[in-house]
């Protein structure tokens, strides 16, 4: 309503200072007054729109009532639709970029390659030279223990042998000692021991011939002087039955006789 007044057609014409002063006042005047009307009667409304007691409360009454369920139509089922094939899908193959090498990169890498290879081989290598010098080891233990079998078996032979001959000797010798002549003559007893009254024995060793005969008789073991003469000569005497082998007449080495030489 100010607004109104201020820009109304009166506004054109140039009033006086008083005069525009005072109808500032009277619209300013106005306006408060009119304010204050707005806000008298909203209060004197809203006291007025308040009842004075509450009023009772209302009811409100229902029924249930139950109808008869209607058939419910099933709907008839909808035909299918045709699929369409679905169509096919091409892959789209990635393209392959083949990565650049470098040269030497490559050549490194056979060399690393060539340098294993040669590993493995002087590997294999050693391995074989291994295995055989093992062989060869173990051929030589064999060969060893065969040679100390072969040894101890000749050891065996050999000693068997020796007690073969010592037996043979000590039956040879038994049985020379049981050859005796089947002839022979006593020794004379020498003057001079017997004036002295020497008393002793002497043993006299020779060979037999094939004819029974005495060969190459000496005197074994310790013999007093005098009686060595006079037994080598009673020695030569003696007749012996030929030693027969395989229907052979053989030699008898070794043959012994001792002489008692005492004084009655």
Known sequence: MSA?????????ARPLPWTRLWRNSLALTVTVALHGAVVAFLVLGWSMEQPMTEPAPSSLKTRLVMLPAEPIAVPPAPEPLPVAAP????????EVVKPTVDPQLRARKLE???????????QKQVQVEQQKAAQQRAE????QRRQALADASAQLARVAADNAR????????????QYLPISKQAPDYPQRALDKGIEGDCTVEYS?????????PKVVGSCHPAFIRPSLVAAATFRYQPRMVDGQAVTVQGVRNTFHYKIQ
């Open 208 to 216: 037999v011939t094939p004819q029974g005969k005495v060969d190459n």
């Open 166 to 177: 010592r037996a043979q000797q000590a039956a040879a010798a038994a049985d020379v000692r």
């Open 112 to 122: 690393q390659a060539a340098l294993a290879r040669k590993r493995v081989e002087e």
């Open 87 to 94: 169509a096919p899908v091409v892959e789209a193959k990635p």
């Open 4 to 12: 109104a007044l201020m820009h109304g057609p009166l506004l054109h």
């Open 140 to 143: 030589q233990i064999e060969a």
